[in-house]
């Protein structure tokens, strides 16, 4: 990489030798970085409704809706897990969508998570072991969305999570 800086009129190679160009790609990394953490997506709506299986002692539980809109052009997008009360649940995109690999600016997605309750013989439910997993991220909001981006770990911060009438199917 070849570094010229106009003021003192001199080329140098690989590292700035001259204060000015110090100065100017320090104030490059520092710009650099707001770009970096520019959000991917906005989140549009967030649901969650619990469900009940219609015969006795098949299960429950609780499906999570997220509408998202991409801001800029998205390659080699990949959900990983919605993290809610600190439980891990699989994070898809739903419909045709979830084989695209690239998605353009204003596009819709729609995420999919499901967090089932199995029913032993008597109707209680039967305590699934955890893989002890902790979040990527701290967060004191009602959920958190990972995903991979160009072999990056990304997260979203989700704010509120509307609660929908439960369903009981039959």
């Not at 690989?14 to 490059?28: A, G, N, R």
């Not at 809610?84 to 729609?110: H, W, Y």
């Not at 002890?132 to 990056?152: E, S």
Request: aromatic share 10%; glycine share 2%; proline share 4%.
């Amino acid at each position: 990489m070849i570094f010229w800086c106009k003021r003192c009129y001199d080329i140098y190679h690989l590292t700035p030798k001259c204060k000015h160009m110090k100065v100017y790609l320090s104030i490059l990394i520092f710009l650099s970085a707001f770009a970096v953490s520019a959000q991917d997506f906005e989140i549009v709506e967030v649901t969650s409704q619990k469900w009940t299986a219609g015969t006795a002692k098949t299960g429950r539980g609780t499906d999570y809706k997220i509408k998202l809109v991409c801001k800029k052009r998205l390659w080699r997008l990949k959900f990983d897990k919605l993290w809610v009360n600190n439980d891990a649940l699989p994070a898809v995109i739903a419909t045709d969508l979830a084989n695209k690999k690239c998605f353009s600016k204003k596009d819709t997605i729609i995420v999919n998570a499901v967090k089932k309750v199995k029913l032993d013989r008597y109707g209680d439910p039967i305590v699934q072991t955890t893989n002890n997993q902790t979040p990527p991220v701290k967060f004191d909001t009602p959920a958190l969305l990972t995903y991979k981006l160009r072999k990056r770990d990304k997260s979203i911060l989700i704010q509120q999570i509307t609660k929908k009438k439960k369903v009981f199917h039959r």
